[in-house]
């Protein structure tokens, strides 16, 4: 069964270190979407992408925060520096077609990041 | 701007009891909705979804009716399962030029034997 792949599963850094997660979206999937997620919260949208083109960021931290998909394919998400609100489980999920309103997203297992 | 509430949690049920967790919804347009569960250390997987008013979405004995009228679209189950132990979010998609999702802050529930 094809799943959302991300990398590490598990990140602590210290504050203002830089920090990178990977994602692998389902083969064939045209929609990424990066989530972080507070604890006790629900996923708040960072980032969607449309193949390589951004979508929506609106609500991503630009100072510090990046993020990129340039085949259109799996995509990073950057953090520099880090600080210590960043602490958060951070979730991928991607979805088939383009501009379709009814698919369901499938997402990862996430990347939990730990600022100390 | 779109937006989903939930009830507040922990709902906690004895096994068998009937569920209601609630979700109402504001957004342009005609949003599809959706539900999610979460299980401990997981990520979110589709419980069961509407696309239109009048729909309802069912799965593992879950239901949800998508209720345009009171823009709500609560999630019930007859028979709760100690298994069903899990944090449940409301989300939606609306189009406002492409279609951004929405989640509520999740609601958790704890069944007990």
């Known amino acids: 069964e094809a799943e959302v792949a991300q990398s590490p599963r598990y990140k602590i850094t210290e504050k203002s270190q830089a920090v990178a997660f990977w994602c692998d979206p389902i083969?064939?999937?045209?929609?990424l979407y990066w989530y972080r997620q507070i604890l006790g919260q629900g996923p708040e949208l960072l980032v969607q992408?449309?193949?390589?083109?951004?979508?929506?960021d609106s609500q991503l931290p630009k100072d510090r925060f990046s993020a990129e998909r340039l085949k259109g394919v799996d995509s990073t998400l950057k953090i520099q520096p880090a600080e210590l609100g960043d602490s958060a489980m951070y979730l991928c999920?991607?979805?088939?077609?383009?501009?379709?309103?009814?698919?369901?997203?499938?997402f990862g297992p996430g990347t939990r990041l730990t600022v100390l | 701007g779109n937006s989903v509430t939930q009830m507040e949690g922990p709902v906690t049920l004895s096994e068998e009891a009937f569920l209601t967790i609630n979700c109402t919804y504001t957004?342009?347009?005609?949003?599809?909705l959706f539900w999610y569960v979460q299980y401990p250390g997981e990520g979110l997987q589709l419980l069961l979804k509407a696309t239109k008013a009048d729909d309802k979405g069912s799965n593992k004995g879950f239901e949800a009716t998508y209720r345009k009228e009171t823009t709500s679209f609560h999630l019930e189950k007859g028979s709760v399962q100690v298994s069903d132990s899990a944090v449940y979010f409301c989300?939606?998609?609306?189009?406002?030029?492409?279609?951004?999702?929405?989640f509520g802050r999740g609601t958790s529930l704890i069944v007990h034997p």
């Open positions: 083969s064939g999937h045209a929609t």
């Open positions: 999920a991607s979805s088939p077609g383009q501009g379709v309103g009814y698919n369901e997203q499938f």
């Open positions: 992408f449309q193949d390589e083109s951004v979508v929506d």
């Open positions: 989300a939606l998609l609306a189009s406002g030029g492409s279609y951004i999702p929405t």
């Open positions: 957004a342009t347009g005609y949003p599809s």
